[in-house]
């Protein structure tokens, strides 16, 4: 049996504004894990503690985008804002700050923007 893929229309949001030109969304839900082997144990242990999440964009470069620009802003003044990404039926929500942009195309190439989040307090899944 084969599955059908969900086809996974995107978008986001940066502190309630829309960013147009998403291309992709990289998103990784994670828990950081302690461990708590002890001398007697016959195998590790692992222990679930705080959850911690990787997310980054890539754009199609446009300066006149005012969601865009709420990410320049962000990282200009170093503040941690709400993003909302919607992947096909899927709501990924984070508060984050700009870790890095990258800017890549050549003069006659589409321009993109690679943004990469540091999340704070972990991604939610709806």
Avoid: H, W
């Amino acid at each position: 049996m084969a599955l059908a893929p969900e086809r996974a229309e995107l978008g986001v949001t940066v502190g309630g504004t829309t960013a147009l030109g998403l291309r992709d969304a990289r998103i990784t839900i994670k828990r950081t894990m302690k461990d708590v082997t002890c001398d007697d144990d016959g195998s590790v242990r692992r222990f679930g503690t705080i959850k911690d999440g990787d997310l980054s964009l890539t754009f199609v470069y446009d300066p006149a985008d005012t969601g865009q620009q709420a990410i320049l802003t962000s990282y200009t003044n170093g503040t941690q804002v709400q993003y909302v990404v919607t992947k096909g039926s899927v709501i990924y929500t984070a508060t984050a700050g700009v870790e890095s942009i990258g800017f890549t195309g050549g003069p006659a190439d589409e321009q993109s923007m690679e943004v990469t989040l540091a999340v704070s307090g972990g991604i939610s899944v709806s």
